[in-house]
């Protein structure tokens, strides 16, 4: 979850920064769900190097993620619309709090990388069982005998 706020809150901080905003916010809460299902939860490097793994779940939470967040994004931005509350960040005209690049991104971030965190967890404990399960069994040894002690001379 805090992965998906730094990640998202970072992406919309350059978006404000470069000035993408109005049409620009789909596509900004879009590339921000893009990157938290790549980098949040098992990472698209931990994919690449696991040889139980495949990189394609890597790709599917990123496509999803794009999806969900420009979901997010549209429910919030039609539900309270122009009349959602507002506030003035870094000196500039007030605007509804959806509308600010780096608010926003941040709590999208944040919502879809603690689903993908939750996701990836509940998978991690259903491996580990799965792994126990096929370990093969130590095989056991017999129990060796104490030797016989000599017999003492009276």
């Known amino acids: 979850m805090a992965k998906g706020l730094v990640i998202g ?3 919309g901080y350059g978006a404000y920064a470069a000035g993408l905003d109005g049409g620009w916010n789909w596509l900004t809460y ?6 938290v299902g790549l980098l949040v939860g098992k990472p698209l490097w931990s994919l690449i190097m696991d040889k139980n793994a495949t990189t394609v779940v890597g790709a599917l939470k990123a496509v999803f993620g794009f999806g969900v967040c420009v979901g997010l994004y549209a429910i919030v931005a039609k539900a309270w619309g122009p009349s959602g509350p507002s506030f003035a960040l870094f000196g ?3 605007q509804p709090f ?3 690049q780096p608010v926003m991104g941040g709590l999208v971030g944040a919502v879809y990388g603690g689903f993908v965190e939750l996701d990836d967890s ?5 491996a580990k ?5 096929a370990a093969p069994a130590k095989k056991q040894l017999p129990a060796r005998r104490p030797a016989a002690k000599p017999a003492a001379d009276d």
């Open 9 to 11: 809150g970072a992406l």
């Open 30 to 35: 879009g590339v921000v769900g893009l990157f």
């Open 92 to 94: 500039a005209e007030p």
């Open 98 to 100: 959806w509308g600010w």
């Open 122 to 126: 509940l998978d991690d404990n259903a």
């Open 129 to 133: 069982k799965k792994q126990v399960a």
